[in-house]
Each structure stands twice: as C-alpha cells, then as structure tokens.
C-alpha cells in the first residue's frame, strides 16, 4: 500500500468492532506501519516548539523497586528525567528511594494505593470494577502518602493497567482533587494523535505512545516483548525500534510519550541504550507537569 492510498484508511480510534480493530492493525502492521505512523502523528498538535519526548516508568512489582537504584544512576549518567508512576503501598515500604527520586528532580505520578489488581495488595480487584468512591479513595490514599512521605503535591494520575481498566469516572475525581493530568489512554486509540489535549473536567490527558512499525499498539515492554506473543521479543530489536521512533519523531517535530516496566528495561542494558538514543538524536525531553496548560 502506498502512502497516497493511506488517506482510505480509517484510523483505529473510531473502530469499535474488536474483530475488526484487530484485523485492521494486522494489516497496517504488515504492509504501510511506517507511513500509518507519520500520517497518524502528523495531524497532532504539538504542544512544545519543538520535537519533544516524555519518558516515564510505571513501578508494579517488587522487581521494578529493585531496579530503582540503577535507574536513577543512568537518569543521572545521562541527565535525563522522568516521571515515575508510583504506587502508596511501594512509597510507605521503601520510602527512602522514592524520596531520592523527587529530590533528583523527576517527577511522581498517582498509581492508586495499591494498584488493583496487584497480586502483593489487591488480587482480586479490578480498578474498573470499584465504585466511584472506592476508586476515589484509591487515588486520594496515595495523595497522602505522597504528601507526608515525599513532602509533595502531586498533579497527575496513571490508571493501572490503562486502557481496558481506564475508565471515564478518573476525570471527574481527578478534577474533584485538584489534579491537572491523566496519562492513561493508547495514542492508538485516543484523539489528539499522540499528543495531550484537555479530556473533560479541565484535565489533560496524556496518551501513551506507540512506535514506528507498530503504530496501532502501545510501544511498552509488555506489549513488545514480554505478553505472550510479543510484537518483538527480542531485546535488541526493542532498542532499534525505539531509536528508528525517536528519529522520525525528531524529523518531522512531534510529540512522544513512553511507559516503561522499569525491571523489563534494565535487564539486557536496554535502558542505557534507550537514554543514549534520546541524547544521540538530541531531542527534547520533558515532564509531565510542564504541559499544564
Ligand atoms: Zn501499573
């Protein structure tokens, strides 16, 4: 398919038969995903002057606490800051991390209390499945942790597990608490192509990106390497990917966001390299709290 036939193509957001999402990514997957991709980023509106990238991690298991120490080194080594979707349980248990975290400069980003349905705390919940205030309680927990832990008022949220757990109920508490941001939407499958624009409520919502031969997925280590028939599986190949996405991002001046497992990223030294390729292609990066509106 060429790239003038394109214009033929529905986009994914709008398709709401699962079957027929499904065959359409396998398609455009297979035969045009790099075109698809420009096309698709192209029509966003980016909100900073130039090509700009925003890095962040979504901490889950006690792996990825472990991996915090040698993440903060690397952000360090190569200057770079990100932002850190932490949940409260994690920040009572291992305060001293975290706290090193915000004093280096990154930024904290509500994961609930106890990420439902994190086998540590909360198995068998499901954050869609809560009411209203159940769901509000989760995220106003982890306000208070992070105030009186971290000595910060947070401004952003992250549904855990996204998409299919997201639901529309998180703007209306969000705004109720005073919050600026969600991130917890697929660019694949959200308006604004991939770059933030206002929700409901005066919340922004950040979508989270795909990448450049898998435009119709989240590019994140699950989806490309670890659920079990990866996108990718190959750690190497991850890498290349990721670098191939930030070039062309650079090129044509758009806006991307990333999440990932931070235990996944540092094994194989994929996370240096992923920090080197930002620096290499000499692109903004940024964080959340500086798209407020
Ligand atoms: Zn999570």
Redesign the pocket.
Known sequence: MDFKMMRWVPFYGPVKNRYAAYFLRKIIHATCPEQYFVRFMSQQVNPCANATYALTF?F?FEKDIEAFPYLLDMLKEKNIKAGF?VIGKFVEKYPDIHKRAVDEGHEIIN?TYT?PDNPHWAPDRYFNKLSYAEQKSEIEKAHEVYQKVLGIECIGFRT??YGNLHTESVYSILSELGYKYSSSTAACAYKGFGAPSEHSHGIMEIPTGCSLHFPLAIFDSWNMLRKKKPFLGDDNLFVEEFDATIKVVKEHNLFITHYFDPYDIVVNNKLERVLDSINQHNINTLLYRYLIF
């Open positions: 979504d889950d979707a994961h990420h855990p597990h």
